[in-house]
């Protein structure tokens, strides 16, 4: 033995739900700013900038599901049971937005605006959704004899609703730096004016969740401020602070690609935190990845693949991204 | 909701959206593999037919991409949300495999999909037909994969029981697993079959109407070649399975069979047509062969198989629905079949493109293939109960604690979603079937060639704007 395999799977999982909330992230902003933009060329060339890799972008959740399932089974049926509302919305959105993609081109003139809505409104449901179950949960869920003995709706609570905004908020952050990067002329002038303010009340959403997670969770409270993790995690919301300030510098210059990237930073921070707040446990507030973990068979047959192929599909979606790199034009097509 | 249990809501959900799930892959598959045989003839022999079928069925490949990524995500977390006591119980093994389909098959698929719709003016032709063969790739190690859960779930293999959950100890055995082979290549074989009659029910359409005829003729052409070669091949396979299910699962096949007890000294019958009668024990108004059932089902004239009798009330499927279903499964099989034959007979006497009755008979199979996939599934996944995993586990204690409530909730949803959704993509994919290729020359394709000089393109779509003429993608690749 030796080898950690709940750490190394934990942190498997973390990085692929960390994929998938960076990069489907953009893509569902871009819906999230539907109604921001009335131009139908305009929402032609955002919808296009994500079409060839929003669909690489949420296998992301397919892994992080299907881990979860194969080596935290567990924590799979007891997180799955509880959210079960907010994940059947967030496939109706993620389903009514995907389809979206295809159909808005096909439909008659009569339905296009139809199918615009349903992307719109499809990203926001999804986002909620996902905001909504993060924020159930940091809350913790009830757990007896190995299952969910809570109720249907315990969900659903002041704090997860604030985290469901703050969800939008950060997708709308990343899906306007993308479109700074991706488009040009008055399109992407409107996203810099647009991402500003966005920038802002993402920093406040951070500040706001930072306070009630330790006011509410005395755990995390404890995680944070004491001796010496204080130290340690200072560098977390100076960084945050620097990046927030990196962004708005770079939007009001002539910088195409940076705030984009501050924006990926500024989220990876904030994933990071929670990662930190919520370390060890996979079923907060007391199962960790240790309980909840699958029989060692399963976790090493699936390592050895993981391992293996992880790298490959890293490079391959590289390739694609690099493949549609630059700007996506409508006038000249996309070269 | 209507008065079911939450364990019956619970199965109609996941059979429900199983259903409309199998339909996108079983294409996927088909259409997948279609394109890549498409553009390597194309650079082969440069005939530009094959270049226009393929950028006519990539567009109907994107929209049936589309829902099948969508309604299979439904799949990946409904095993957590409605069946949490199975995902916990057998998790190790069904979740291993599906993470493996994730990371061998969905990536690639997605990675290289966005290249083959839309890459053709970013890569050369040697790489996009790379990306097109990757995708082909992806779809196959996708149902192997998936296929191999599955069937582990029918004929459990190389596993323990530690502490009431399952471990798994032989991998091997897990995966090739006794029925997996059989079911392997019934399943992808069907979706090459379901596919060549969609295929070739488009082109018998449009010949009908005398359009894009040169298209239309090679459509057709390939498909009864596939059908004629791929019929028949699933018809040995099927009954390969069939003698593999008797070894494995004696009662599904007595249930599907509709045949009750042995007599002493009798032989099996084939029952053609009958109602099995769950609660009297017996099927009615039964049409019968004498030893025509020992002779298909045991492959002797004296065989003899199990009757649903000899297992315990509780432990039988329902003879009533899977002895229907797997009779359509078997009788669109016959149908095909003799599409094959007839399209190979007309073919000698050239004939394939002019029989009026053959081109209306090759349209009316077009959804055959996917209306066998359904029945098929049903026999095999209702024949499975009352057990989840089979022998293994049984369904009731499979199914998460949620209220009927919560559950008619969510089917309410998922029923009116579903149909809105999927039934308008379908319609869409309908629409672009029958508007039929581009042809060289024609106005469309003259609007099109329009669009990319002067119009504000939409360029990233895969499916040009067909009801909005004269914007579209630019299908120019190479010559």
Redesign the interface.
């Known amino acids: 033995m030796g080898i950690d395999l709940p750490l190394i799977w934990a942190i498997i999982i973390g990085f692929g739900l960390m994929m998938y909330v960076i990069m489907d992230g953009f893509d569902l902003g871009i819906g999230i700013l539907f109604p921001f933009v009335h131009d139908r060329h305009d929402r032609d060339t955002m919808v296009n900038s994500v079409a060839p890799v929003w669909d690489g972008n949420e296998t992301w959740l397919v892994l992080g599901g299907a881990a979860l399932l194969a080596v935290f089974p567990l924590a799979y049926s007891v997180i799955l049971s509880a959210l079960y509302l907010p994940i059947v919305l967030m496939l109706g959105g993620l389903i009514w937005r995907g389809v979206a993609f295809e159909f808005r081109f096909k439909a008659d003139e009569a339905h296009k605006p139809f199918w615009d809505k349903a992307f719109a409104l499809g990203s926001y449901v999804a986002t909620l959704s996902q905001g909504f179950a993060i924020g159930a949960f940091i809350n913790g869920f009830k757990v007896a004899d190995g299952a969910y003995s809570g109720g249907g709706l315990d969900w659903l609570t002041p704090f997860s609703l604030f985290t469901g905004l703050g969800l939008v908020v950060a997708y709308a952050l990343l899906g306007s730096t993308w479109l700074v990067m991706k488009t040009e002329g008055a399109l992407q002038h409107r996203m810099r004016l647009l991402a500003q303010p966005v920038t802002m009340a993402m920093l406040a959403m951070i500040a706001i969740v930072s306070l009630w997670t330790p006011l509410a969770h005395p755990a995390v409270a404890a995680r944070w401020f004491s001796l010496p993790n204080i130290v340690f995690f200072a560098p977390v919301p100076i960084l945050v602070l620097l990046s927030t300030w990196a962004i708005l510098r770079t939007l009001r210059r002539d910088s195409h690609s940076a705030p984009f990237l501050f924006a990926l930073f500024l989220l990876f921070l904030g994933y990071s935190g929670l990662a930190i707040s919520l370390w060890p446990n996979i079923i907060p507030p007391s199962i960790s990845i240790w309980d909840a973990a699958a029989p060692p068979q399963s976790m090493g047959f699936t390592l050895v693949g993981a391992l293996f192929i992880i790298p490959f599909i890293l490079g391959y979606t590289a390739w694609s991204y690099y493949v549609f790199r630059g700007k996506v034009r409508t006038g000249e097509g996309y070269h | 909701m209507l008065g079911l249990t939450a364990l019956e809501l619970a199965r109609i959900q996941f059979g429900f959206t199983v259903s409309f799930h199998i339909v996108f892959p079983a294409i996927t598959i088909g259409l997948a593999s279609y394109l890549a045989v498409l553009e390597g003839l194309w650079l082969w022999s440069n005939d530009t037919v094959y270049r226009d079928l393929y950028h006519f069925w990539s567009k109907i490949f ?2 049936n ?3 099948g ?6 799949m ?2 409904q ?3 409605n069946w ?2 199975f ?3 057998a ?6 495999l ?7 098959a ?10 083959a ?3 053709w ?3 050369g032709p040697g790489l996009h037909f790379f990306a097109t063969v990757m995708v082909a790739t992806g779809t196959l190690i996708s149902a192997s994969w998936i296929v191999a859960s599955n069937s582990w779930m029918h004929t459990p293999d190389g596993f323990e029981i ?1 502490n009431g ?1 399952v ?3 032989d ?1 091997l055995k897990v995966i090739f697993n006794p029925s997996y082979p059989y079911r392997l290549s019934h399943m992808v074989v069907a979706a090459y079959l379901a596919t060549a009659l969609f295929v070739g029910a488009s082109g018998a359409w449009h010949l009908l109407k005398r359009r894009h005829t040169r298209t239309a003729r090679t459509m057709l052409s390939m498909a009864m070649w596939m059908v004629l070669v791929v019929a028949p091949l699933q018809i040995a396979i099927g009954d390969a399975l069939g003698l593999n299910t008797l070894k494995h699962q004696p009662a599904k096949i007595a249930a599907v069979e509709g045949h009750w007890e042995n007599k002493p000294g009798a032989t099996v019958p084939l029952i053609l047509f009958g109602w099995p009668d769950m609660a009297s024990e017996t099927t009615r108004y039964g049409v019968e062969i004498p030893y025509l059932g020992s002779l298909i089902l045991t492959h002797d004239w004296n065989g003899r198989i199990p009757g649903l009798k000899e297992f315990a009330p509780e432990d039988r499927p329902d003879s009533t629905i899977v002895f229907w279903s797997f009779r359509v499964m078997v009788g669109l099989g016959a149908l095909m079949l003799l599409l094959g034959m007839w399209s190979l007979w007309l073919r000698w006497h050239q004939r394939l493109f002019r029989s009026k009755l053959f081109l209306r008979f090759a349209v009316m199979m077009g959804p055959s293939g996917l209306i066998a996939i359904l029945t098929g599934w049903y026999t095999t996944e209702i024949g499975r109960q009352p057990w989840v995993v089979y022998g293994v586990m049984r369904t009731k204690d499979a199914v ?4 009927a409530l ?1 559950l008619s909730t ?1 089917l309410i ?2 029923l009116v ?1 579903y149909f809105a ?2 039934g ?2 379908v319609s ?1 994919m309908l ?2 079937v029958a508007k039929g290729p581009e042809e060289p020359g024609s106005k469309d394709a003259r609007d099109e060639s329009d669009a ?1 000089n002067r119009r ?13 003429p004269g914007v579209g993608e ?1 299908p120019t690749g190479k010559e």
């Open positions: 994107a929209v991409f589309a829902m990524v969508v309604s299979g995500l439904v990946a977390y095993f957590g949300t949490s006591y995902s916990a119980f998790g190790s093994i069904t979740g291993p599906l993470t493996y389909e994730v990371l061998t969905f990536f690639l698929e997605a990675g290289f999909l966005g290249v719709l839309f890459g003016n970013k890569v530690i959950r471990v798994p100890v991998w998460s604690n949620h209220s919560a969510t949803v998922i979603m959704v999927f308008t993509g869409y629409k672009l990319q504000p393109a939409r360029p990233l779509s895969a499916v040009p704007d067909l009801f909005d630019t």
